[in-house]
């Protein structure tokens, strides 16, 4: 018996973290973009299956840092584009 785990994030930029997240997947890392009715651009959702609860703990801890990292690396991108292109 496998254990799974879904996360759910709504982002701004959701299309590029999803992006930037995907190459750590694996064959039992599935991560798409739903659309929101919120004010984010989209939901990053992400569905990890492993055969053990350490497995996947382990994983969706490795998800969460990662998602986290270019969460920051695309807001530090957008402030440097918003500054070299003022006036």
Same mark, same amino acid.
């Given at each position: 018996m496998s254990r799974t785990a879904t996360i @759910? =994030?709504?982002l701004d930029d959701a299309e590029t973290? %999803? %992006?930037a997240v995907r190459p750590d997947n694996t064959s039992e890392i599935d991560t798409r973009v739903d659309e929101t009715s919120g004010d984010a651009d989209g939901v990053?959702?992400?569905t990890v299956e492993r055969e053990t609860?350490?497995?996947l703990r382990t994983t969706v801890d490795d998800y969460v840092v990662n998602l986290a990292v270019a969460? @920051?690396?695309v807001q530090a991108a957008? @402030?440097?584009a918003d %500054? =070299?292109?003022q006036p």
């Open positions: @759910r =994030t709504e973290i %999803a %992006a990053v959702v992400t609860t350490g497995g969460k @920051r690396v957008k @402030r440097h %500054a =070299t292109t």
